[in-house]
């Protein structure tokens, strides 16, 4: 808080204040860390793409949740239901993650698509609106 307070030129205890408030109003979730996921040996990502079975969305998408391989799941509108991103270490834990996200009951099919490199990521909103 320190070092927030000193580049806004405010008191830390201001700052202390106003990231409270904040946390207590849910607009701050949670503080984290960006990492390298190369970093942690795992050098593959990739993107599963899920349709799943309309009676079953919730548990599914409770179930896969709970993977703690699988960082993200964004429900979507188009062609497909679900999207899951996760990392992998190797071919091997990537087949396993794939095998058991379509072991799901309730997942109908899953396209994977494997990323070949990092373009953009940025977890910053751009909460001011401007371009």
């Known amino acids: 808080f320190a070092e927030i307070a000193r580049q806004l030129h405010i008191g830390e205890s201001t700052v ?12 701050i979730v949670r503080f984290m860390a960006l990492v390298n996921p190369v970093k942690f040996g795992l050098y593959l990502t990739a993107l599963l793409l899920l349709k799943i079975d309309p009676q079953k969305l919730r548990e599914v998408f409770n179930e896969l949740s709970s993977f703690e391989d699988i960082h993200y799941i964004l429900q979507c509108t188009g062609e497909y239901d679900a999207v899951a991103i ?10 396993d993650l794939v095998n058991k996200v379509k072991g799901v009951d309730g997942v109908r099919d899953a396209s994977v698509w494997m990323a070949t490199g990092f373009v953009k990521i940025e977890p910053r909103l751009n909460i001011r609106g401007n371009n």
């Open 16 to 27: 202390r204040f106003r990231v409270k408030r904040l946390l207590d109003k849910g607009v």
């Open 86 to 95: 996760f990392h992998a270490r190797d071919m091997d834990h990537f087949n």
